[in-house]
């Protein structure tokens, strides 16, 4: 069993589509270890986007990801990175396929809904990132 880690975005929140979206993941046989709301503060933003700190879009990526709490998940199932990848779609929703999250949900590159791990050893870090080990339920 793999293991993923999932953000549900502020434009997430504020279109209350957080149940509708872990719908799909139970669908796919996906179970929850972990899930919580949190407020991302700005050391956890520019841990989790260490990649984009300094890029010109940070500071714009930062205020969106801050302007409301976001949910984070942690996911387990057989091939839990690439299922929840497949169910979100491509970064770009204009680009992502009929049928996935951000295609149907997504507005631009950054309000698109969701992040999801894009390997199994960076989900691994993400979890570790945003849930303590007493968080997580494992059988």
């Keep these: 069993m793999q293991k993923t880690l999932v953000i549900l975005k502020p434009d997430c929140i504020e279109q209350n589509l957080a149940g509708k979206i872990l719908d799909r993941f139970a669908e796919k046989e996906l179970k929850v270890l972990g899930i919580k709301m949190i407020q991302l503060s700005d050391d956890l933003l520019e841990e989790h986007y260490e990649h984009h700190k300094d890029k010109p879009f940070f500071p714009g990526l930062k205020e969106f990801m801050q302007r409301t709490p976001v949910i984070v998940v942690a996911l387990q199932g057989e091939n839990a990175v690439d299922t929840v990848r497949e169910l979100a779609g491509a970064t770009n929703p204009t680009e992502a396929a009929e049928g996935t999250i951000r295609k149907h949900h997504g507005t631009d590159v950054q309000e698109n809904v ?8 960076n989900a691994e870090i993400e979890m570790k990132r945003f849930f303590k080990p007493e968080e997580l339920f494992e059988e």
């Design 114 to 121: 969701l992040h999801a791990s894009d390997s199994a050893e």
